[in-house]
């Protein structure tokens, strides 16, 4: 096959070949439907353009090589039907299609960051993340989200989550105003997560967008640039190792709510381009280490 120097689409799907997994230098490599058996090389990398990678229905075994994060122009991936194992990597998850259905991978139970940021994802809200119990980090940005952001029939809260942002999608709709009751670890802070956020030794390296200074345990919320409105849920009140909180550019309406004075750690308050209004309430004067606050462009009075 090194002979052809030009060919970029390669399919042998189903035929009765056999042996261990073959190499390859195409963009779109099909072994669909055949007997190939043993682990996915961690030479697999080498496979700079690559875009499509389809291996379902063999007898391939083992892990998911971690090598498959160097595949940066993969867009495709179905490897169902295999005897695969172990965790699924979460590098994964920045694909447009991924099918992994009827392998022995454990649950994702220890994903723990995800994002997928600047990508062109056109579905609904992933509520059903929600149940991860290690999930610290999601970061959905830049995509083509649409639709409420909470499922009626997933009652699971995101009990881990440190750190979220969703802006720049297309979601709509109201928060039930118990909608962050179950966010746990933004709730308390332990030693625990803090190890877990010291590990990001530089914030902006998986956070660009963020205009805080990190300090090894930042819990931002950042819901900017959807199209949300209503009222702010009070649940969110609750969420006391909250440091910065960003829900500008929606439709937010009636007055601001007093119970965001509970957030004691907040440094970072952006409320602005809504449809706030009354007064800025004087509770807010309480938050001793708030050191920005933006109430531009809403409807407030009052002195």
Same mark, same amino acid.
């Given at each position: 096959?090194?002979?052809?120097?030009?060919?970029?689409?390669?399919?042998?799907?189903?035929?009765?070949?056999?042996?261990?997994?073959?190499?390859?230098?195409?963009?779109?490599?099909? /072994?669909?439907?055949?007997?190939?058996?043993?682990?996915?090389?961690?030479?697999?990398?080498?496979?700079?353009?690559?875009?499509?990678?389809?291996?379902?229905?063999?007898?391939?075994?083992?892990?998911?090589?971690?090598?498959?994060?160097?595949?940066?122009?993969?867009?495709?991936?179905?490897?169902?039907?295999?005897?695969?194992?172990?965790?699924?990597?979460?590098? /994964?998850?920045?694909?447009?299609?991924?099918?992994?259905?009827?392998?022995?991978?454990?649950?994702?139970?220890?994903?723990?960051?995800?994002?997928?940021?600047?990508?062109?994802? #056109?579905?609904?809200?992933?509520?059903?993340?929600?149940?991860?119990?290690?999930?610290?980090?999601?970061?959905?940005?830049?995509?083509?989200?649409?639709?409420?952001?909470?499922?009626?029939?997933?009652?699971?809260?995101?009990?881990?989550?440190?750190?979220?942002?969703?802006?720049?999608?297309?979601?709509?709709?109201?928060?039930?105003?118990?909608?962050?009751?179950?966010?746990?670890?933004?709730?308390?802070?332990?030693?625990?997560?803090?190890?877990?956020?010291?590990?990001?030794?530089?914030?902006?390296?998986?956070?660009?967008?963020?205009?805080?200074?990190?300090?090894?345990?930042?819990?931002?919320?950042?819901?900017?640039?959807?199209?949300?409105?209503?009222?702010?849920?009070?649940?969110?009140?609750? /969420?006391?190792?909250?440091?910065?909180?960003?829900?500008?550019?929606?439709?937010?309406?009636?007055?601001?709510?007093?119970?965001?004075?509970?957030?004691?750690?907040?440094?970072?308050?952006?409320?602005?381009?809504? #449809?706030?209004?009354?007064?800025?309430?004087?509770?807010?004067?309480?938050?001793?280490?708030?050191?920005?606050?933006?109430?531009?462009?809403?409807?407030?009075?009052?002195?």
């Amino acid at each position: 096959m090194s002979r052809f120097h030009k060919l970029e689409y390669f399919d042998v799907g189903a035929n009765s070949f056999r042996g261990p997994f073959p190499k390859s230098f195409f963009k779109i490599y099909s /072994l669909t439907r055949n007997s190939f058996y043993g682990p996915i090389p961690e030479s697999i990398s080498k496979l700079h353009n690559l875009l499509q990678l389809r291996l379902s229905n063999n007898n391939l075994t083992g892990p998911i090589p971690k090598s498959i994060s160097k595949l940066v122009n993969l867009r495709y991936l179905d490897i169902s039907n295999n005897k695969l194992e172990g965790e699924v990597p979460s590098c /994964l998850w920045r694909l447009t299609t991924v099918m992994l259905s009827h392998n022995s991978f454990i649950s994702f139970e220890t994903l723990q960051l995800m994002n997928v940021e600047s990508n062109k994802i #056109k579905d609904k809200f992933p509520s059903w993340l929600g149940s991860l119990p290690s999930l610290h980090v999601l970061i959905v940005r830049s995509n083509e989200f649409y639709g409420l952001l909470y499922d009626r029939d997933v009652s699971v809260g995101f009990q881990s989550l440190r750190v979220i942002d969703i802006s720049q999608n297309d979601f709509t709709g109201t928060l039930p105003t118990h909608y962050f009751s179950n966010w746990r670890e933004m709730r308390t802070l332990t030693e625990e997560n803090d190890r877990y956020m010291q590990d990001f030794v530089n914030y902006s390296t998986i956070y660009h967008s963020m205009e805080i200074v990190n300090k090894g345990t930042s819990e931002p919320l950042i819901f900017p640039e959807t199209k949300i409105y209503g009222k702010i849920p009070e649940s969110i009140g609750s /969420l006391k190792e909250l440091l910065l909180l960003n829900l500008s550019g929606n439709a937010f309406t009636s007055e601001i709510p007093r119970f965001l004075a509970n957030l004691t750690n907040l440094e970072t308050l952006d409320l602005s381009c809504n #449809k706030f209004t009354g007064q800025i309430p004087q509770d807010l004067g309480k938050l001793s280490f708030l050191s920005y606050m933006n109430f531009s462009h809403n409807l407030l009075q009052g002195p």
